[in-house]
């Protein structure tokens, strides 16, 4: 008894260390996120510094083929949005109908809607025009931050958190994660290749989507416990009908 009694308190507190470390290193990322979002828009909005910006562009110059081009259009492709309104759809219907998680269900729409208001709302406020030299075709809209970085950190976010909860086996669930990060940044860096916006505009639009990712899943992380504790109690306090007699 006293030994199945120690080994529980050495799992909880396992446990309790291990959410320490993910806090931690969440709480981290987030303030390294807002620092880095509060420099770029202060080095390209009041100090008027672009030089970086056009070196990447010169850097990738000699790195522009045909083949290239091929690869990057298919990577851009999957940071669009003609793919993840799709994405998304098939994503909350699998939780919804299939896996039978109706959080997972509401989280998907909630933060891909209010990330893309996000997004059309800073447009608008920085107002920062996109690169006049695109190298294949002229994109549409406004520059900073960028859309496919924010919305891919978001979407491809979500799905790491979910895959990060769900696997319970440590060594296997950081291969999709680790490509899914990856998938991040090739989007990222196709839009910069493509020159149809500026490496801070990625940057920002990565800080940016990881701000609001981290943001808005505290936010339904803690409606989904007050949802669940306080229908529980109702139900619990529910009398019960006794049954007619006649």
Do not use: Q
């Not at 009041?46 to 850097?59: G, I, P, Q, S």
């Amino acid at each position: 008894m006293v030994k199945r009694v120690s080994a529980r308190v050495k799992k909880i507190w396992a446990g309790l260390a291990l959410l320490s470390v993910e806090m931690t290193i969440v709480v981290s990322l987030f303030v390294c996120a807002l620092v880095a979002f509060i420099f770029i828009t202060r080095r390209i909005f009041f100090l008027h510094r672009t030089a970086f910006d056009f070196r990447v562009f010169n850097y990738l110059d000699d790195h522009v083929s045909a083949r290239n081009n091929e690869v990057v259009k298919l990577f851009t492709f999957l940071g669009s949005h003609e793919f993840l309104i799709p994405a998304n759809l098939g994503l909350i219907s699998y939780f919804l109908f299939i896996r039978k998680h109706k959080w997972h269900s509401i989280k998907i729409p909630a933060i891909a809607l209010s990330s893309l208001a996000l997004m059309f709302v800073l447009k608008r406020l920085f107002n920062r025009p996109r690169p006049d030299i695109p190298l294949l075709y002229e994109a549409k809209g406004l520059s900073f931050p960028s859309g496919h970085a924010l919305m891919s950190v978001t979407f491809y976010g979500l799905l790491i958190y979910i895959i990060f909860k769900a696997y319970r086996d440590k060594n296997w669930k950081w291969i999709p994660i680790s490509l899914l990060i990856l998938l991040i940044v090739v989007i990222g860096f196709t839009r910069i290749y493509l020159r149809v916006h500026y490496t801070t505009d990625v940057m920002a639009g990565y800080c940016i989507g990881f701000l609001w990712l981290v943001f808005a899943i505290w936010c339904l992380n803690r409606i989904e416990k007050y949802s669940k504790r306080n229908l529980d109690a109702m139900v619990k306090a529910e009398p019960i009908a006794a049954p007619s007699t006649s």
